[in-house]
């Protein structure tokens, strides 16, 4: 089946704490990767991307996300969140063979001083 | 930097009516797509759209649905006889002249339907 799971709903955190945003990805997903981020009110912004390369990669607000194939993930992370980080997440992925994207149902990370 | 524009941000109406959604792409994109998202549900894939035709469709993209782009600019989505689960959230995508990803995104259209 073509999915792509995100195993949190939410992710209560405080302010300057670690957190990480889990997502796999079945194997009819191909390596295209993506995170999206939806503030409050507005519409669907790419944070990162995995097209090929360096299994990591990282977003200049410090976000970073690591592509492990024999795991299929592609888990988000960042050592320090920010309130502003506040926002619901979507992993999503490209299927093969066509050019739709397949989105998990996001993670609400939720940033508390 | 370029952005997908959609309006209106907000469309109510009645059910049985027709809506069109409309969506102004990134000006050298070539590749363009609608997604919807129920309120509390994952964004879905409706249908992408390249060299004036659609190039692929959903199970959720049937007769009632259509597609078109009326001039050089514009990229609509008609939804005929609405039904009110036809309310939801509307996003527009696109991407480059390669169709290379990423696809980039409106801020959507929020459909509410009577």
């Known amino acids: 089946a073509q999915s792509v799971t995100q195993l949190d709903s939410q992710v209560p955190v405080f302010e300057e704490a670690p957190v990480e945003l889990r997502c796999n990805y079945s194997?009819?997903?191909?390596?295209?990767l993506f995170w999206y981020v939806q503030y409050p009110n507005q519409g669907l912004q790419l944070l990162l991307k995995y097209l090929s390369g360096s299994t990591l990669v990282e977003s200049i607000n410090g976000f970073e996300a690591e592509f492990n194939k024999s795991q299929t993930s592609f888990h988000l992370r960042k050592p320090s969140v920010h309130i502003s980080d506040t926002a619901e997440y979507f992993c999503?992925?490209?299927?093969?063979?066509?050019?739709?994207?397949?989105f998990g149902t996001g993670t609400r990370l939720q940033v508390f001083p | 930097e370029p952005e997908v524009t959609q309006t209106p941000s907000h469309q109510v109406t009645q059910m049985g009516q027709e809506v069109i959604l409309r969506c102004v792409p990134i000006?050298?994109?070539?590749?363009f797509y609608w997604y919807r998202q129920i309120l509390g549900q994952k964004v879905e894939f409706l249908v992408s759209?390249?060299?004036?035709?659609?190039?692929?469709k959903s199970e959720i993209f049937d007769d009632q649905f259509s597609v078109e782009r009326p001039d050089g600019s514009n990229f609509t989505l008609k939804i005929r006889s609405t039904k009110l689960e036809d309310s939801a959230m509307y996003f527009c995508?696109?991407?480059?002249?390669?169709?290379?990803?990423?696809?980039?995104f409106g801020d959507g259209t929020r459909l509410s339907i009577l």
């Open positions: 194997s009819s997903v191909s390596v295209y």
């Open positions: 000006s050298n994109h070539l590749y």
């Open positions: 995508a696109s991407t480059d002249p390669t169709g290379a990803q990423p696809q980039h």
């Open positions: 759209f390249y060299n004036n035709e659609i190039s692929e």
């Open positions: 999503a992925g490209r299927i093969y063979n066509t050019d739709k994207l397949i």
